[in-house]
């Protein structure tokens, strides 16, 4: 197996309009050794959706159609809230078990907002 070019530690979900979830993945490439190949973005679903689960699906098949390799940095790729569910981004009360349920759907590590 060739390794990807490019890597992710997962998705970002943002809540906006009080509505509607939306779902980031920023990337990198693999080469820290050679500053002149060093290259990163983002994606991102153009629409938001009334549930979690759909953006981030969205962001995941097209980083993976695109040759983006999840890898995490605990037990595998995560579900990121936007500012941890603090500051000035407002977020619903449950975004701990949001988090942990769209990363359980995807396959994704589901322990980074267990409460400890």
């Given at each position: 197996?060739?390794?990807?070019?490019?890597?992710?530690?997962?998705?970002?979900?943002?809540?906006?309009?009080?509505?509607?979830?939306?779902?980031?993945?920023?990337?990198?490439?693999?080469?820290?050794?050679n500053?002149?190949?060093?290259?990163?973005?983002?994606?991102?679903?153009?629409?938001?959706f009334?549930?979690?689960?759909?953006?981030?699906?969205?962001?995941?098949?097209?980083a993976?159609?695109?040759?983006?390799?999840?890898?995490?940095?605990?037990?595998?790729?995560?579900?990121?809230?936007?500012?941890?569910?603090?500051?000035?981004?407002?977020?619903?009360?449950?975004?701990?078990?949001?988090?942990?349920?769209?990363?359980?759907?995807?396959?994704?590590?589901?322990?980074?907002?267990?409460?400890?």
């Amino acid at each position: 197996m060739t390794q990807s070019k490019y890597w992710s530690t997962g998705i970002q979900l943002k809540w906006r309009y009080g509505d509607r979830w939306y779902a980031t993945c920023d990337y990198q490439t693999f080469d820290f050794d050679n500053m002149d190949n060093d290259v990163m973005g983002t994606l991102s679903a153009k629409y938001g959706f009334p549930d979690p689960y759909t953006p981030a699906k969205l962001v995941v098949d097209a980083a993976k159609e695109l040759g983006i390799e999840f890898k995490g940095p605990y037990k595998g790729p995560a579900i990121y809230i936007e500012n941890d569910g603090e500051g000035p981004a407002e977020v619903p009360d449950n975004w701990r078990e949001i988090a942990q349920e769209v990363a359980r759907k995807l396959g994704f590590d589901d322990s980074l907002y267990q409460k400890r």
